[in-house]
Structure formats: structure tokens, C-alpha cells
């Protein structure tokens, strides 16, 4: 019988009195039983989305020690849409990869893998789950290889699959640059489907050129929108996914859209007839979605979440996962700046680098350290 | 052998030196052939979406008589947005009713018929059709009543439409006192939807409320937030209507939505999974929608036109067409707060009258004047 393990686990707890609160707490992982297993996590990645939760809405520079705490003031009036969380101390991290140290007698095969897991509380020395949750990494293929296998690769290969089961037939997006941005180039590179890249600096252009993408276009430089509309008129793009949420670039890009799907097209009071769609899948920029009126009618500006996208079609899903692990090192390769231990995610100065969500700068947790 | 006859018609035209100009235009028709027919338009409303035809983005008050033509400047900076309609004479009109006073060999049984038309061109004294598209009134309904049979009837109709076919099951509608407003009030006592209105004003809230409506909220009132929230948690209503479009109305209620829906639920970072749509199908307000982020993940904000909601299922619009008839002079009844001549349309005191697109004002158009 295997021992009870004492795992660590970073906790985020938005508290009565108006704090935010990081901890490292321990948790007690009984033996696993029927298909159960324990993994030691060897490599988290701190995403975007997992930003989201671990520091809500409080400013990274405002981090005061507490003990082993660090605790952050929540400004007064985010706190009624905190409701629902407060008082709640919340485990973190979306995935992670590491080797399997107890297996229940149905999941024995399993001790020893290499694997990656999904679906949260990832920032702790170990996690227990189920065989069937285990994605069994590939020989030769590390843990932090594999610890970005499920939110960045199946979430860029999902913008292809809705490109094609909406019948679009090519693809915009934006913070283009990102780890994300740079798998989605690869993958429209590998399956030959015209992307346009929207980045915010010329130094992002010139890292994507160099990946081989055909359109890159700056935000940030003049004559953006023009570009824009050229790159939509030859790419025939009515599909977009936005990593940004906040401003005016998603309505910028439907009004693009209108302008290259109207050009030469008899004039209509109501627009073209091009339906045109963005899903914002991110919110870098936190203030409203700005829509200007020069969309004509035929368009939808909507949410996408992961999540939801793949229980639609397990099936879908299912293909989706087995491309990703075939082409882990290469199409959905992930690359980080820099590894840190689980106590330094909690020390301010750390917190503060990786907080910043700069494109291009990618944190991992090796809990082990 | 019928006469040819020469119809006068309004015609909106965006100039190449950057004006715009209203005049009436003389057009010959021929005697018709085939099914065609000639009908003498005795009645035909100025709708908001006509409006957005005639004027354009002229300031109703630059008005400057030249000749019998009414001419307007236009702002420079506009002037790109209209290329594609500028040098075209264009017709205005979308909808009206008059008596069949000339019809071809296939159409005889229309002769002295009145009926109702919709495809544009209509704020003439005549316009030419095919029998198909004519819808003959039923007896005893005159052209005035019948005048407004397509945009607003089927445009209401059509949100119920939706609403079953989305999966929703209550309805919110902005700018709710309008005509189209209270008819789609009556449709949704007459079917048992729950709808939530919206409307600016108190008097508007009393308006709907000697209507029978049981949700009637005044955005301009204090309270106004939470009152929508408890609206929304009475109701279930997920979907939404909005014929305001600019500013921040779209994306309150979309939130408003999302804190119905995730009252008592389990916290969730990304949001409700309760899909939550708005659809803006009209632009009473010119500024940019803006979405706050606070609607989580699962929504969507789209243009909703009529005419290709109606193509999609021909089967579904002629349902809905033959309820409209039957139902014309009450639950699809519109009111007219005054008359005008074809001429009178080109007058700059009566222009600025009709072009203020205030709610509860209605102006119908009698080319026989």
C-alpha cells in the first residue's frame, strides 16, 4: 500500500475584508484506488487564463508579505463581481506534465509515465486524478514538453476546426506573436489555410515573417488599416479570433471585413451580405469592446471558451488530441522564458514579471524545485 | 391597351462634389405584361430603416432648398463610407399599400384590389410589381392600415421566431414603445412570452404598462440596473432585441444577463454557461456598441436584418406573412401621428420633423396628396 502523500498547492482566496490572498497549502493525497493516480507535476505553465485566476483583479505591483502569504487590496468596487468566489480558497493552474508516482490496481500500466493532465489545480508538487484524464506523453517527449499540451494547442487548432465547420476560408488573429499566435501559423502553414497575424510591434512582425507567415500586419503602425483591408480582401478572411477583448481593434477588424467584402459589390443601405464573425477567446485589454457602426448587419462579435467548444463534439475532440500529442514537439511546440519553483510564483518580484502577460515572455512551474 | 404613366418618385442621391439631394424624379412605366401590375401607392410609413436611406449621415437641419431639390452637405469625413452609392439616383420606400390600377394579362383578378408591397421604391404616386409579390388585404382593410405590413409585423414576429428556434424562452426588446415596440408586446400576451421592455422614458413605462405589459423598465431611471438583473432572474429571458445599437445599452444588458444567470450558480472565472444573444437590428444610436467585460464567455452581439432571416425558411415567412393578415388591424395595427404629401417630404420644416426619429412619433406618407 502506497504512502498518503502531503501535497503543496497554491491557493488564491479573495477574502471577506477585501484581500486577495496567495498561500501555499497542504493537501493530503490518499492512496489512489480503482483507476486513480498520482502525478509529481514537473512543469505548469502560467497562462493568461490561469492570470485570470490567481490574481483576479488586484495590482501585481500592490503584493504585501504576510507570513508565507502575499496578500494584494482589492479595489472596493470589483468586489461585488467577486461575489461568488469570495471566502473560497482556490486551487490553480489549467495543465501541467509529470510523472505518474501512484496508480490504483486498475490504472498499474500507468506508473512511471510521463504524463499531462488538464482541468486545474496543476500549481502543487503533485495532483490526483483519473487514467482515462492522463494524456501519456509520447517516449522521448518530457514533462515540460508536454505541460502545455491542452490550452494553447487545442485551443489554436480549434479556431481551425470552426474556420472550416462555419464555412469560412481563412482565418484573422491577433497578439499574433504569442505562443499560441506562432502554433496557429504553424498549423495554417502545415494545412495551407491563408491566416492574417495582427501583432503590436515590428519586432513581432519580423519574428512571425521569419516563421514563414504570408500577413503580419502592426496595430501600432501607419496605414494599419488599410493593410488590414488588402490582407482581407486576398485571404477572403471572415473569421476572427481576438486574444485582446478590450478597444476598438475587434470592431476595427469587422469594419475591415465590410470595407474588402463590399469593394466592387453594388451598394446596399444594410451592408454585405458576408457574414462576418469574431470570437474574442481573451481579454488582454480589460476595457470595453468598442463596435463602430460599419459592420453592416451581417455580423457576430462572440465569447469563445475551450471548454464548451470540445464537450460539443467529443469525436472532434478526440482527433484534435491525438494531432496534438503526434506533433508535440513540432507544430505545438511550446517555448518559455524562463522556470520558477512553486514558492516563486509567491515572491513579489517574480510575481511581477510574470504577471505582466508581455507576448513572447512565457513562465513555467517546476514544482520540484 | 392600358397608357403609360408617368410616375413621380422620391429619389436620395449622394453627389460626387459631396451633397446630398432629394428631389422628385418622373418615371415611366409601361403598361404591364405577364403578371406584372401597376399599383396607385395611396400609403407608405417613413421608417427608421428609411431614414438611414434618404438622409444618410446629413444633419437634417443644413437643409438648403436649389430648385424643387432639397440639398444637404456632407460631412467629408463620411464621404468614404458612401462611394459605393455615390452618382446613383436611388429610390426610398421599403413598404406600402395602394390600389392595383393596372395589371397584365396573368393578373387581371387583381384589378381594383387593394394590396400591400414591400422590395423598396414605394414613396412614389405608382410603382410597378409582379402579382406574387403583392399581398391583397383582406376586405375592409384599407391601404393606410395595410401600409405597414412587412418591416414591423414581421420584424416583431420574427423575434419570437428566434427565440424558439435559439431555445430561448422570454424576450427583452429595447426602444420597446416604439410602434414595432407594442406590437411585439401584443404578439407576446397573445403567445404567453415573457418579455422585458425597455424603454427611456416614464411615459413610456406607462404607456406599455395600460398595454398589459408586466416588464416595463425606464433606463434613464435610478434602480435601473438591479430592476433588469430581477426582470431577467423572473424571466429567464437570454436573448434580447436592441434597435438602439450605439453605446453601452447592448453590453448592460448582456451583463445584467450573465448576473441572472449566475446567481446562486457555483463561481466559474469564465463566466455562466446560459448562452446569452443580443441581436442589434437597428441603429437609433450612431456611437460605437460597447461591451464591458463582465458577460463571461458564452454570448454573442450580432446584426440581425430581416430579409435574410426571412429567405432562410420561406416556409416559416409565409406562416408568418399569413398570420400578419389575419391580424392586421389588431395585433399588427401601427398608429400614424400624422399624414404628409410626396412633396410635402421635401420640405425642410416637415423633414426635420420626420427625421427626428422620436418614439411614439410616426409619420406615413400619402403620395395621392
Not at 502560467?46 to 507570513?67: F, K, M, T
Not at 510521463?114 to 517527449?141: F, I, K, N, Q
Not at 476546426?161 to 476560408?169: L, Q
Not at 499560441?180 to 491566416?195: E, F, K, S, Y
Request: with cysteine; hydrophobic share 45%.
Amino acid at each position: 500500500m502506497a504512502d498518503t502523500i502531503i501535497a503543496k498547492q497554491l491557493r488564491t482566496e479573495v477574502t471577506e475584508d477585501g484581500s486577495l490572498r496567495l498561500s501555499l497549502a497542504e493537501q493530503e493525497l490518499s492512496p489512489p484506488t480503482g483507476d486513480g493516480i498520482v502525478v509529481e507535476i514537473a512543469a505548469t505553465p502560467i497562462n493568461p487564463s490561469d492570470l485570470g485566476l490567481l490574481l483576479g483583479p488586484v495590482d501585481p505591483a500592490d503584493a504585501r508579505q504576510e507570513g508565507d502569504a502575499l496578500v494584494f487590496p482589492i479595489p472596493p468596487q470589483r468586489m461585488g463581481a467577486l461575489a461568488a468566489r469570495t471566502g473560497q480558497s482556490m486551487p490553480v493552474g489549467n495543465e501541467g506534465a509529470g510523472v505518474v508516482v501512484q496508480a490504483g490496481p486498475e490504472a498499474q500500466a500507468l506508473l512511471g509515465k510521463t504524463v499531462a493532465l488538464a482541468g486545474g489545480s496543476m500549481y502543487a508538487t503533485h495532483r490526483a486524478a483519473r487514467a482515462r484524464e492522463a494524456m501519456v506523453l509520447p517516449d522521448g517527449v518530457s514533462a515540460e514538453q508536454g505541460a502545455s499540451a491542452t490550452v494553447n494547442p487545442m485551443t489554436a487548432l480549434g479556431m481551425v476546426e470552426v474556420m472550416r465547420a462555419e464555412g469560412h476560408k481563412a482565418l484573422v488573429h491577433t497578439a499574433a506573436a504569442s505562443n499560441l499566435g506562432q502554433m496557429l501559423n504553424r498549423i495554417c502553414l502545415a494545412d495551407g489555410v491563408p491566416l492574417v497575424n495582427i501583432v503590436r510591434s515590428a519586432e513581432q512582425v519580423r519574428l512571425l515573417k521569419d516563421q514563414g507567415a504570408a500577413h503580419v500586419l502592426d496595430s501600432t503602425a501607419e496605414g494599419f488599416g488599410r493593410a488590414l483591408v488588402e490582407a482581407l480582401a486576398a485571404t477572403g478572411a471572415t473569421l476572427a479570433f481576438d486574444a485582446v477583448g478590450g478597444g476598438p481593434l475587434a470592431g476595427r477588424i469587422l469594419g475591415a471585413m465590410e470595407q474588402a467584402a463590399s469593394a466592387g459589390q453594388a451598394f446596399s443601405r444594410y451592408g454585405s451580405t458576408a457574414h462576418k464573425q469574431v470570437y474574442i477567446y481573451g481579454r488582454l485589454d480589460l476595457r470595453p469592446t468598442e463596435l463602430a457602426a460599419n459592420a453592416g448587419f451581417a455580423w457576430s462579435v462572440s465569447g469563445f471558451l475551450l471548454t464548451p467548444f470540445l464537450a460539443a463534439d467529443p469525436a472532434r475532440a478526440q482527433r484534435m488530441r491525438e494531432r496534438v500529442m503526434a506533433e508535440l514537439t513540432t507544430t505545438f511546440a511550446s517555448g518559455y522564458t524562463e522556470t520558477i519553483g512553486l514558492t516563486d510564483a509567491l515572491r513579489p518580484e517574480v510575481l511581477q514579471r510574470y504577471a505582466r502577460r508581455a507576448t513572447g515572455e512565457k513562465f513555467l512551474i517546476d514544482p520540484r524545485r
